[in-house]
């Protein structure tokens, strides 16, 4: 879900904090102390559900164009025609079906979808179209990890419903969030110290783990029931042909812990489940000092499909357009796969001419990818 952009920020700090990473892990014990955390036990067991990673490189796979998510424009679009045309327009071939389109846009997609010129969908982001009961559209509204189960049933009833969608307009993926787990809001603890430039300090340190650790045991009770849905779902996906994209979240309570990326993905199978980067999510939690982007991305790289591709600062947020923004994406897009797809994913404030910008700019510094 994107953010959008700040306007009167308040002034903050942006220190470096690459040099105290190795404080962040959460097993940061007391000395003395031998702390068994939620990490062993999640992991306990786990090796008869693991499925091998793919080994070898796609050398002979051409690197996917650039596609534009249409979370930029469907909530300002009269009809599902409109929504393509726009998206060709302004030069994409190629779309991501967003969360926010809604249902009364369906009849145009389906009907536009296969004219010439029509970008191609390649992608739908879960729940698309928009469930007619939400007031408003959410890619959160129903979660797998809700602990209530008419919530969990409604979110596996509008993500099946978003995989025939997909199917029906010759989509090949689906991205997923995977729910939340513990408290809500803990990052409010963290900002202050981190506009204060203390992001170093012992009070920081001993916050961030502190939330870390309360989420992670959370997600230790939760997972179970998430795995039962998702395996159900996977099962769907498979027999229209699709892969699920699980994405990376920028709030600290929402799934999974970014430490426990590999072991679910030991437990979910590929071809049909990978991991879904999203380039302003992960720099935002690197700001906060709770990842190394490249080192995330790097670790993620064997299992992951696709990526959702936006601009992040400090100030102003994320889903800004590529190029004004912090993130170093002349070392994190090498790091790619050659047949991962790519979305350009930019808030609805961005102007046209920003979005044509950066579509130049991907064609301008696209590296050769791994």
Known sequence: MWRTPKRNPTPCTRPSYRIFFATISRDFP?????????RQDFCAGAARFCIALPQGRLENTPVSNLAL???WHADRVPNG?????EASALGFSSVELSHNTRFSLWPGILSAHRQPGAPRIETLHNFCPVPVELPRPHPNAYEFSDPREPARRLAERHTVETLKAAAAVGAKRVVLHLGSAGPRRPKKKLEPLLAAGKIGSRGFVRKKIQALRTM???FAGIWPRVETLLLRIGEKAAALGLQLGLECRENLWEIPPDDFWEDILQKLPAPTFGYWHDFGHAAAKENLGLIDHEQHLRRLAPRLIGAHLH??????????????????????????????????????DVSAEDVRAS???????????S
Not at 328 to 348: C, G, Q, T, Y
């Open 30 to 38: 007391t000395p003395g102390r031998n702390i068994q955390t939620p």
């Open 69 to 71: 998510s249409t979370c």
């Open 81 to 85: 025609t409109a929504l393509l045309q």
């Open 216 to 218: 992670e045991t959370a």
């Open 311 to 348: 601009d992040y600062h400090p100030e102003d947020g994320d889903h800004l357009p590529l190029g004004q923004g912090t993130i170093p994406f002349a070392r994190l897009l090498p790091l790619l796969p050659r047949a991962a797809h790519v979305s350009l994913e930019l808030s609805p």
């Open 359 to 369: 579509l130049a700019w991907w064609k301008k510094n696209q590296p050769a990818r």
